[in-house]
Nanobody, 124 residues
């Protein structure tokens, strides 16, 4: 059974940093692309970042590029999202997702496995 479990979300102040983690189990993680998405209240889910199975250069949404860093440790089955200089617009539930195969990596429609999400709130 495939499981993704996010952790690390909490209330922070503008400009602070936060590190989210996604623990993947039930699959050989090195074969899977693992991405982060987020959904703010009243908004659609949006892509944040992805680290592909072959660990090529990560890909980021424009709104988080230069502030967020996604990393993966296949030995630990973990994918982390380091978020720096947080802004109120980063407030959302953050989800990690995993899947494999040739497909668009920045679309939530192409991921089969999802975590339950972790809440990040950035207060001004």
């Amino acid at each position: 059974q495939v499981q993704l479990v996010e952790s690390g979300g909490r209330l922070v102040q503008v400009g602070e940093s936060l590190r989210l983690s996604c623990l993947v189990s039930g699959v050989t993680m090195r074969d899977y692309d693992v991405a982060w998405f987020r959904q703010a209240p009243g908004k659609e889910r949006e892509f944040v970042a992805v680290r592909s199975w072959n660990d090529y250069s990560p890909y980021y949404a424009g709104s988080v590029k230069d502030r967020f860093t996604v990393s993966r440790d296949n030995a630990k089955n973990m994918v982390d999202l380091q978020m720096n200089n947080l802004e109120p617009g980063d407030t959302a539930v953050y989800y990690c997702a995993a899947d494999f195969g040739l497909r668009p990596l920045n679309s939530g429609k192409t991921y089969k496995y999802w975590g339950q999400g972790t809440q990040v709130t950035v207060s001004s």
